[in-house]
Every structure is written in structure tokens, then in C-alpha cells.
């Protein structure tokens, strides 16, 4: 049995791990109350980017959300009742993979969160984040109580190389370092994830508080999904040990700034990130033990 987010396929050339394509990419969309749903895991630094982009965008009435088991067995994600977790009232869904079955009845891969699924046709719309987080910044603007403006248009080129950046060497980095399976493909993931901590460092040092200056975009969020799960998992169980964010100054500001704004700390569930990643990822940790530590002052 493997509950492990990923099987052998993914264990690409010389050991590095090599993340499936996203199945459903459709950006079309009917903006109206009620229509669409979220299905996310709380644990899930990518899901969590996009229930935070509906929160702060104050769309939390339009589109509803349902929050998977942060344990996965072989049978995948599930909607149980369980502390920050619970059934699927939108379509009684009891596996996610349910949702991926009825949207292509031959659906092979991996059955992962976030999922945006229409309820009027029944079928996922889409699975990428990023094309969430877009399509709610942007397609569901105008149903928004608090229409911030995550992907300004003048920022554009700047913020899409900032954001891949980002998304190749320090979200998706981590992961790189933790399933590799071979030591050349763990050190060359864990240099890139530390050259680029230190990039952003340095442009946060030199004018933040946030990425691009005084302005909160989309970036800062996929920043921040990594970082706040950082000291607490990645450091230890992804072996990404050189510093912790807690070590860089202006990291950890950006971290706390962003976690102390409102709404946003009661995002992030500690318990239920590391109960998943340790009890979840079974080759990288079989006993399923759950570390104690660490002590996280600026979250308490
Ligand atoms: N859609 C994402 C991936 C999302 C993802 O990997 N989600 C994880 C949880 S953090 C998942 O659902 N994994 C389930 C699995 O692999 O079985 C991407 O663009 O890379």
C-alpha cells in the first residue's frame, strides 16, 4: 500500500522526483453564487494558496468549500468528520476521486487537491492552482466583496518571472529535495532552494515589506504557502536543514506579516501539516511519527 503522495512513476531520471501534469486546465467559467466548489486539503501548500486567494478576495459566499481528511490511506483523499476537516456538502462526495471518475471515467493519475468543480455540469474544471488562483482573481472578480487586484496588469511580465522563480526552485523545491531518492538529486534541489531563498531575501531587503514593494500580489502567496510550512516540516522531514526561515530576517518578516494579516492565521492548521506530511509520506518516514517541535513563538 502506498499513501505516499508519490509512486515510483514519479521518481524521474537519477533519482529526482518529477511532478505529474495537471489533468484538467479549462479556464472557462460562468461566474455565478453558488455554482463552483473548492475541494482542498488544508495540509496542501497548493490548495491553500487558493483558499487563501478566495478569502482575501471575499468569495468565500460565492464559492463554497469542502475540506478533505489531511491522512490519506490507499483509497486517496476523503471527506470524513474530523477536527478541520468534514463531510462534502456539495455533492456528498465521499473520495475526491469520485470527482476525477466523473469529469473523465478513465482518469489514471494521481487524484490530487485543489480541485474546481462545477456543480451545474458536474465535472471538474479545473486542477492547477495556479489557474485557480487566476481564474478567482480574475473571472470571479466582479462577484468579489473585496475585489483586491493580485495580478496587476503593470507587473505582469515581472511577477509571472517571479512567480516561476518561486514556484520551480522553492515551492516545488522542497519537494525536490524531499523525494529524492538519490543524494546528486537531493544536493542539486537543496542548493537551488537556498540560492533562491537568498535571492528573495535580498529583494525583500531592499525594499518590502512584500515582494513587490507596498503591493500584496499573488507571489507573496506562493511565497508564503512554503514558508510557513517551512521550519516546521521541510526543514526536518524534506531535509532542507541549511537555515531556517526563522534565520533570515527578512523572510521571516515577510511570514509574519502575512500570517498576523486578518483571516489568514486561521488558514493554517500546524496539527493537521504535519500529521500529513509525516504520517502521509510513508518512504520518508515509516514509522509515522510525528515530531513535537518546534516551538513556533510567532504563531502562538
Ligand atoms: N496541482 C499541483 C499539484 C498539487 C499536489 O501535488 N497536491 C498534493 C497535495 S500537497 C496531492 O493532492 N497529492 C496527492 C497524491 O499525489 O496522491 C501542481 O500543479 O503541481
Given at each position: 500500500?502506498s499513501q505516499a503522495q508519490f509512486p515510483e512513476e514519479s521518481d524521474?531520471?537519477?533519482?529526482?522526483f518529477e511532478r505529474q501534469e495537471d489533468a484538467f486546465?479549462?479556464?472557462?467559467?460562468?461566474?455565478?453564487?453558488?455554482?463552483?466548489?473548492?475541494y482542498?486539503c488544508?495540509?496542501c501548500?497548493w490548495a491553500?494558496?487558493?483558499?487563501?486567494?478566495?478569502?482575501?478576495?471575499?468569495?468565500?459566499?460565492?464559492?463554497?468549500?469542502?475540506?478533505a481528511?489531511?491522512?490519506r490511506d490507499e483509497k486517496g483523499w476523503?471527506?470524513?468528520?474530523?477536527?478541520?476537516?468534514?463531510?462534502?456538502?456539495?455533492?456528498?462526495?465521499?473520495y475526491l476521486a469520485?470527482a476525477y471518475k466523473?469529469s473523465d471515467?478513465n482518469f489514471s493519475g494521481r487524484v490530487t487537491v485543489p480541485v474546481?468543480?462545477?456543480?451545474?455540469?458536474?465535472?471538474i474544471?479545473?486542477n492547477s492552482?495556479?489557474?485557480?488562483?487566476?481564474?478567482?482573481?480574475?473571472?470571479?472578480?466582479?462577484?468579489?466583496?473585496?475585489?483586491?487586484?493580485?495580478?496587476?496588469?503593470?507587473?505582469?511580465?515581472?511577477?509571472?518571472?517571479?512567480?516561476?522563480?518561486?514556484?520551480?526552485?522553492?515551492?516545488?523545491?522542497?519537494y525536490?529535495?524531499?523525494f529524492?531518492?538519490?543524494?546528486?538529486?537531493?544536493?542539486?534541489?537543496?542548493?537551488?532552494?537556498?540560492?533562491?531563498?537568498?535571492?528573495?531575501?535580498?529583494?525583500?531587503?531592499?525594499?518590502?515589506?512584500?515582494?513587490?514593494?507596498?503591493?500584496?500580489?499573488?507571489?507573496?502567496?506562493?511565497?508564503?504557502?512554503?514558508?510557513?510550512?517551512?521550519?516546521?516540516?521541510?526543514?526536518?522531514?524534506?531535509?532542507?536543514?541549511?537555515?531556517?526561515?526563522?534565520?533570515?530576517?527578512?523572510?521571516?518578516?515577510?511570514?509574519?506579516?502575512?500570517?498576523?494579516?486578518?483571516?489568514?492565521?486561521?488558514?493554517?492548521?500546524?496539527?493537521?501539516?504535519?500529521?500529513?506530511?509525516?504520517?502521509t509520506h510513508?518512504e520518508?518516514?515509516?514509522?509515522?511519527?510525528?515530531?513535537?517541535?518546534?516551538?513556533?513563538?510567532?504563531?502562538?
Open positions: 500500500m524521474g531520471q537519477g533519482g529526482s486546465r479549462s479556464t472557462e467559467v460562468h461566474p455565478e453564487p453558488g455554482r463552483y466548489h473548492l482542498i488544508k495540509a501548500p491553500h494558496r487558493t483558499w487563501i486567494v478566495l478569502r482575501e478576495m471575499g468569495l468565500e459566499p460565492v464559492i463554497g468549500v469542502s475540506f481528511d489531511p491522512i476523503a471527506f470524513r468528520e474530523g477536527k478541520g476537516h468534514g463531510k462534502d456538502d456539495a455533492e456528498g462526495f465521499s469520485e466523473a471515467p474546481l468543480w462545477d456543480k451545474k455540469e458536474k465535472r474544471v479545473n492552482e495556479d489557474d485557480i488562483c487566476r481564474l478567482l482573481a480574475k473571472d470571479f472578480r466582479d462577484l468579489a466583496s473585496s475585489p483586491v487586484d493580485l495580478f496587476p496588469e503593470d507587473l505582469d511580465k515581472e511577477q509571472a518571472a517571479l512567480s516561476q522563480t518561486i514556484y520551480e526552485k522553492i515551492n516545488n523545491g522542497v525536490r529535495a524531499g529524492a531518492t538519490q543524494q546528486d538529486a537531493y544536493e542539486e534541489a537543496f542548493e537551488s532552494l537556498f540560492q533562491a531563498l537568498g535571492t528573495v531575501e535580498e529583494i525583500l531587503s531592499e525594499g518590502g515589506p512584500y515582494l513587490f514593494r507596498d503591493r500584496l500580489v499573488e507571489t507573496d502567496w506562493r511565497l508564503f504557502c512554503t514558508l510557513v510550512r517551512f521550519d516546521a516540516v521541510y526543514h526536518g522531514h524534506f531535509k532542507c536543514n541549511r537555515r531556517k526561515i526563522s534565520e533570515y530576517p527578512y523572510l521571516q518578516m515577510h511570514l509574519e506579516q502575512l500570517y498576523h494579516r486578518p483571516g489568514i492565521a486561521e488558514t493554517v492548521d500546524f496539527t493537521q501539516i504535519k500529521n500529513h506530511y509525516y504520517r510513508n520518508i518516514n515509516p514509522t509515522g511519527i510525528v515530531p513535537l517541535g518546534p516551538e513556533l513563538i510567532w504563531a502562538q
